[in-house]
C-alpha cells in the first residue's frame, strides 16, 4: 500500500491549489480516503473526508466552503483543490486511508501560502 500527494508549493494569499493523493495496493472506490494537515508543534488537524460512495463528512471548520474533496477511481487518485487559501493554510497535507483498521499515511506536500 502506498499514498503518494503531489501538488503543493507556495501561493499568494487567495489564490488555489490542487493537491494529488495518488494510491496503489488497493482500491480507493471502496474505502474512505482523507486529508489531514500538520504544522510544526501542532496536532495533525483533520481537513477532509470522500466516502466509498463519492460522499462527504463534513469538511473541518477551518477549510469549509473554500476546500473541496474528490476522487477519481479510474486513476486511483483523491484531491483537494483548495481556493481563497489563508496563511493559515501554512502546513503539510497528508494523504490517509484505514484499511480495515490498518492505518496509511502518505510522505506528505507542503503547502506554503504567503505573500
Known amino acids: 500500500v502506498q499514498l503518494v500527494e503531489s501538488g503543493g508549493g507556495l501561493v499568494q494569499p487567495g489564490g488555489s491549489l490542487r493537491l494529488s493523493c495518488a494510491a496503489s495496493?488497493?482500491?480507493?472506490?471502496?474505502?474512505?480516503m482523507s486529508w489531514y494537515r500538520q504544522t510544526p508543534g501542532k496536532e495533525r488537524e483533520f481537513v477532509a473526508t470522500?466516502?466509498?460512495?463519492?460522499?462527504?463528512?463534513p469538511y473541518g471548520d477551518s477549510v469549509k466552503g473554500r476546500f473541496t474533496i474528490s476522487r477519481d477511481n479510474g486513476k486511483n487518485t483523491v484531491y483537494l483543490q483548495m481556493n481563497s487559501l489563508k496563511p493559515e493554510d501554512t502546513a503539510v497535507y497528508y494523504c490517509?486511508?484505514?484499511?480495515?483498521?490498518?492505518?496509511?499515511w502518505g510522505q506528505g506536500t507542503q503547502v506554503t501560502v504567503s505573500s
Open positions: 490517509f486511508v484505514n484499511l480495515r483498521g490498518l492505518r496509511y
Open positions: 495496493g488497493f482500491a480507493i472506490s471502496s474505502y474512505y
Open positions: 470522500i466516502l466509498n460512495s463519492g460522499g462527504t463528512t
